[in-house]
């Protein structure tokens, strides 16, 4: 059975940074595409960064150049990078694993970002 589970999250300054963190267990996390998304108070969910199996990225134009999307596949997770955060940053952020047709989901980690 797989299970994500994300961490790192909590509250930070404008213009900080955060390091989230979703670690799989019952799958090889690298063999299938990755993806970061939030879903923030009143909003729908929305995908923030992708990693395919072969290492493409991809951002929203909201967080190109702020945020990284990598895998460390020693620990079998994908990370995401936040930097230069905004208030507007601010929602439950998921992973999520797409395997066989199938979407796994992260429970999610909170992000806040404020003064």
């Known amino acids: 059975q797989v299970q994500l589970v994300e961490s790192g999250g909590g509250l930070v300054q404008p213009g900080g940074s955060l390091r989230l963190s979703c670690a799989a267990s019952?799958?090889?996390?690298?063999?299938?595409?990755v993806g970061w998304y939030r879903q923030a108070p009143g909003k729908q969910r929305e995908s923030v960064a992708a990693?395919?199996?072969?290492?493409?990225?991809s951002y929203i134009d909201s967080v190109k150049g702020r945020f990284t999307i990598s895998r460390d596949n020693a620990k079998n997770s994908v990370n995401l990078q936040m930097n230069s955060l905004k208030p507007e940053d601010t929602a439950v952020y998921y992973c999520?694993?797409?395997?066989?047709?199938?979407?796994?989901w992260g429970q999610g980690t909170q992000v806040t970002v404020s003064s």
């Open positions: 999520n694993m797409a395997r066989g047709g199938i979407e796994y």
């Open positions: 019952g799958s090889i996390f690298s063999r299938y595409p």
């Open positions: 990693i395919t199996s072969g290492g493409t990225t």
